[in-house]
T-cell receptor, first 115, second 113 residues
Framework: DGGITQSPKYLFRKEGQNVTLSCEQN?????MYWYRQDPGQGLRLIYY???????QKGDIAEGYSVSREKKESFPLTVTSAQKNPTAFYLC??????????????FGPGTRLTVL | AQRVTQPEKLLSVFKGAPVELKCNYS??????LFWYVQYSRQRLQLLLR??SRESIKGFTADLNKGETSFHLKKPFAQEEDSAMYYC???????????????FGQGTILTVHP
């Protein structure tokens, strides 16, 4: 079954703890993205990676970190420095490269709740 | 910096009525515009993109550079069109697209029977 998977579906965290959200894709896509979805604010880009071993900050990177050691994996760590981490997190991927109008394919999301 | 604005958080219409979801953007270059849709309990997915000039599920969207708009339209709404709709912009610098998208705030469309 091809596509993007995110785990876990629901995640609870105590304040002060770091937590890592998983994102895996078997679409052979070069580019991967992390978004945060909040009611009334749409999707905001946290980090993106256009190729393995490279990633860039998005619009709201503070309090988050990522790694891209493998093409198919792009985990997101929500650190204790993130002031308001409770949100729905979406991972996406696209073919990347010098393609015009790349479609992004989205995972099912992880809902993180800080207790 | 680029920005996408969807002025309506909620939009309600009756089945068979025309529907228009508004999207305005600000970007000094030549953008690529998209509409993404999220149906209940489904993943966010691409609906259409302006470069394709296609109609998907009866929806069309025309890029108006003069008004910096990319409104989504459908002449006869159906109940299954009820969903969250996001307008998105991709930078297109020097003829290449980096794939990074800027999304609007989203519009929840409800089509009543």
């Amino acid at each position: 079954d091809g596509g993007i998977t995110q785990s876990p579906k629901y995640l609870f965290r105590k304040e002060g703890q770091n937590v890592t959200l998983s994102c895996e894709q078997n679409l052979n896509h070069d580019a991967m993205y992390w978004y945060r979805q909040d009611p009334g604010q749409g999707l905001r880009l946290i980090y993106y990676s256009q190729i393995v071993n490279d990633f860039q900050k998005g619009d709201i990177a503070e309090g988050y970190s990522v790694s891209r050691e493998k093409k198919e994996s792009f985990p997101l760590t929500v650190t204790s420095a993130q002031k308001n981490p409770t949100a729905f997190y979406l991972c996406a991927s696209s073919i990347g490269g010098l393609q015009v109008g790349n479609e992004q394919f989205f995972g099912p999301g992880t809902r993180l709740t800080v207790l | 910096a680029q920005r996408v604005t969807q002025p309506e958080k909620l939009l309600s219409v009756f089945k068979g009525a025309p529907v228009e979801l508004k999207c305005n953007y600000s970007y000094s270059g030549s953008p690529e515009l998209f509409w993404y849709v999220q149906y209940s309990r489904q993943r966010l997915q691409l609906l259409l993109r302006h470069i394709s000039r296609e109609s998907i599920k009866g929806f069309t969207a025309d890029l108006n550079k003069g008004e910096t708009s990319f409104h989504l339209k459908k002449p006869f709404a159906q109940e299954e069109d009820s969903a969250m709709y996001y307008c998105a912009l991709s930078l297109n610098a020097g003829g290449t697209s980096y794939g990074k998208l800027t999304f609007g705030q989203g519009t929840i469309l409800t089509v009543h029977p």
